[in-house]
């Protein structure tokens, strides 16, 4: 079997997209199309005779890159091809000087990323609600508003002091799309808080969700602000397990735990797990 890998282009969307969600994963083409628009140069697929059989999406800004997606077809598994994917991609990266890889990938894939290089940071948890339309009302306190473009300075000051990296293009793309669902807190004037979502036919993400304020309080009104905005159905929330303000607003607003996932690391950094105030992180990727 003749493996190729080549770079991924908007020509591979609707195929990927269709491989995407047979897996049960919760994405549509918008999702992809808007990695692709992210980073246009470091997504890959893996094809046999023309046939695509697997993947990776990659997210890469400056020092950090995030993987997603990273799928070989079932039929097409135990044959070294994913391994192949990984190795690609990671020489790739490795060659344009980012320093830290990062992926969110389901539990029983773990052995696999350690193989890879990549070590255990934290667990995660998809948490899944049927939001009813209208269940949420808008809301007013802890200085809660939508997102205006001169709070976006702010929010960005508020990303990289969580999360170590600069994130702006993720963040400015999703504002982009979905202008509407993205809010923020304050207080006297300086932004303690944001909150972005995003709506496809195939349900809602919630994330990433941030608040400095420290209370479940203040974290819940963030969530319910989003919440408040997105259409009726399915809709997801991604976190670390072990964030105790986290466990307390889902089970507040009715979401339940749907599947564990592990946040690995490939990097020489001492990368750490996610303080308190991390909520949610984005939900572009899982795999």
Not at 10 to 16: A, E, F, G, K, S
Request: charge should be negative; aromatic fraction near 8%.
């Amino acid at each position: 079997m003749k493996v190729e890998v080549r770079s991924m282009g908007l020509q591979d969307v609707d195929i990927l997209t269709f491989m995407i969600q047979k897996e049960g994963w919760e994405f549509d083409r918008s999702d992809i199309e808007r990695i692709l628009h992210i980073d246009p140069d470091n997504s890959i697929i893996a094809s046999v005779d023309g046939k695509i059989i697997g993947g990776i999406t990659v997210c890469s800004m400056g020092p950090w890159a995030l993987l997603g997606h990273v799928l070989v077809d079932i039929q097409h598994r135990k044959m070294g091809v994913g391994r192949r994917l990984m190795d690609y991609v990671l020489r790739k990266l490795d060659s344009s000087g980012v320093g830290t890889v990062e992926v969110f990938g389901e539990s029983r894939a773990a052995s696999f990323y350690r193989r890879n290089g990549f070590r255990f940071i934290e667990e995660c948890a998809i948490f899944e609600k049927d939001l009813g339309e209208g269940e949420f009302s808008v809301v007013n306190d802890y200085g809660i508003r939508r997102y205006e473009p001169k709070d976006m300075d702010g929010l960005l000051r508020i990303d990289r002091s969580i999360v170590r990296f600069d994130r702006s293009k993720i963040i400015n793309a999703f504002i982009s799309s979905f202008p509407r669902l993205a809010h923020v807190s304050s207080v006297d004037g300086e932004l303690t808080g944001y909150v972005l979502a995003r709506s496809s036919p195939i349900g809602n993400d919630v994330g990433p969700l941030i608040s400095l304020d420290g209370s479940a309080e203040a974290a819940l009104r963030l969530l319910q602000s989003a919440l408040s905005v997105l259409p009726g159905g399915a809709t997801y929330v991604i976190g670390p397990t072990e964030n105790a303000i986290l466990n307390d607003i889902m089970k507040e607003t009715g979401f339940a735990q749907k599947q564990k996932l592990v946040r690995m690391i490939r990097s020489t950094g001492d990368i750490t797990p996610y303080p308190p105030e991390m909520l949610a992180i984005s939900a572009t990727e899982y795999g």
